[in-house]
């Protein structure tokens, strides 16, 4: 094996196996799971113990000064806290030993990435909607999941077997020769693996520091604009003119008959009741598992579909265009919801941006959200001030082009690769003829709520401290203001 060499285009990317462990290994890897879950709840316990206690001790009249000290929740403080504690707390001394050092690891990082994502969220330093404080992992809900970075880490040589620390040899499903050849060339090198469950299997996925290899697409001087919709999939009109239409598989709504069967059965069966702590009886657990096949199949069906859209895309073009969809907002439709989760237009984007950026490094555009893209006149660039999204068919009322709804937006999105390159194209241009007003075409007002002040909770709720920067080991102190609820 070759020694690996670093060099400045290499990239960090995952390479995904499914593993098929024992009786043994699966309660080993169960095992390892449940211990990241139980040493995550024990951090949150423990960071969030100084805050309550502070919050009673001010509702005493304890002045300031003498208030109990915040806790930190750096990974160093927490591992130093946790390792001290595990020998004598009741919920690990008696097992603690049994898994690797690397699962309690993995709980203590996700519980100080957590605490971290709280604390810039209520100082605004992170975008999206605002977090909530850490809270506890449940054991019937929790993902399964362990990550494993020291130890050994290695793929064996017959290409179907991987090593993981205390767990073993485990055998792999699928052949390991894609990224075996790699790191026997020197050409690639493990950082970690991460083992989980999802969709009823267990998976191992390696990260890896490798080479990066630049494909060059079928016709780099074409650009396409993609329309997604729910009848059809996508739209996709490029450059030279040519128009193509991608069928929405639907496969979600093709198994909804099964699935209703599948719960019908499930609903005669006598289920686990968390309230008196009945158990789930045997026929209910198969047919449990029953339903959660269809849905597993539904999955991995999507999955599929959509990897072959976006690879032949970003296989073939130089330049795409893609929309910047309001997604959860979408999904608040109850009549479309379904549909639009179905369909994946968030998946198809993230897709599509990273085949396009690490595996053949061509262009990717965003059009703006307020885009009129459905109302503008792919022909001529006028605008029309309103068009119900019932009207499947675009009559331009200026040249009087008459032109399928979804393939005029399509080739607005196309004609933006030529307006970004250059600041001219067909859509958007500036002596365009303009039908009517187009209200509500540029830009849609939205009634927004003026921003809590900070330090200012929900009904009055107890402020936390100033988290100071981080000192040399780690650990944090007062220095942000924060707020508990």
Request: hydrophobic fraction near 35%; include cysteine.
């Amino acid at each position: 094996m070759k020694k690996f060499r670093p060099q400045p285009g290499f990239v960090v990317q995952a390479y995904r196996f499914a593993l098929d462990p024992n009786a043994a290994q699966e309660h080993a890897l169960r095992s390892h799971c449940g211990a990241a879950r139980a040493a995550y709840n024990w951090a949150v316990g423990w960071v969030t113990a100084s805050w309550w206690q502070r919050r009673a001790e001010e509702t005493y009249g304890v002045p300031e000064g003498t208030l109990t000290e915040w806790r930190p929740w750096s990974l160093p403080s927490l591992r130093k806290e946790f390792n001290a504690a595990k020998h004598t707390d009741p919920r690990f001394a008696s097992w603690w030993e049994e898994n690797s050092k690397e699962a309690y690891s993995t709980g203590l990082a996700n519980a100080s990435a957590a605490f971290d994502n709280y604390a810039k969220s209520k100082q605004g330093k992170r975008r999206g909607k605002q977090l909530g404080m850490p809270r506890f992992k449940s054991k019937h809900k929790t993902r399964l999941s362990c990550r494993f970075t020291t130890g050994t880490i290695r793929l064996d040589a017959d290409g179907r077997h991987v090593t993981l620390p205390r767990l073993g040899t485990l055998r792999v499903h699928e052949p390991t020769a894609k990224l075996l050849h790699r790191v026997q060339a020197g050409r690639a090198r493990i950082l970690s693996a991460t083992v989980r469950h999802e969709r009823g299997r267990w998976l191992v996925a390696f990260q890896v520091e490798t080479a990066r290899d630049i494909r060059r697409v079928a016709r780099p001087d074409v650009a396409v604009g993609i329309d997604l919709g729910i009848k059809t999939l996508a739209v996709m009109a490029d450059s030279a003119g040519e128009i193509r239409e991608v069928p929405n598989p639907r496969h979600l709504s093709t198994a909804l008959k099964q699935l209703r069967r599948a719960s019908r059965t499930v609903s005669r069966r006598r289920g686990p009741d968390r309230r008196t702590g009945r158990k789930a009886s045997r026929r209910w657990e198969k047919a449990n598992a029953q339903r959660n096949r269809v849905h597993h199949r539904v999955a991995n069906l999507r999955a599929h579909a959509l990897h072959k859209l976006t690879t032949s895309v970003a296989g073939e073009y130089g330049t795409v265009v893609i929309e910047d969809l309001n997604v959860a907002g979408m999904m608040k439709n109850r009549r479309l919801a379904r549909h639009i989760a179905d369909a994946g237009f968030g998946e198809i984007r993230r897709r599509l941006t990273y085949k396009t950026r690490q595996r053949h490094a061509t262009r990717i555009i965003a059009a703006d959200r307020w885009f009129p893209s459905s109302k503008t006149c792919s022909g001529c660039g006028a605008v029309k001030a309103k068009l119900p999204l019932h009207i499947r068919t675009y009559e331009c009322d200026a040249c009087g082009l008459v032109i399928d709804r979804d393939d005029n937006a399509a080739r607005n999105l196309a004609a933006l690769a030529a307006i970004a390159a250059t600041g001219t194209g067909v859509a958007g241009d500036l002596d365009t003829p303009k039908v009517s007003k187009p209200r509500g075409a540029d830009h849609k007002t939205r009634t927004t709520r003026p921003r809590r002040k900070a330090g200012t909770g929900r009904a009055g709720g107890a402020t936390l401290p100033q988290q100071q920067q981080q000192t040399e080991t780690g650990d944090r102190t007062q220095a942000e203001a924060l707020t508990l609820w």
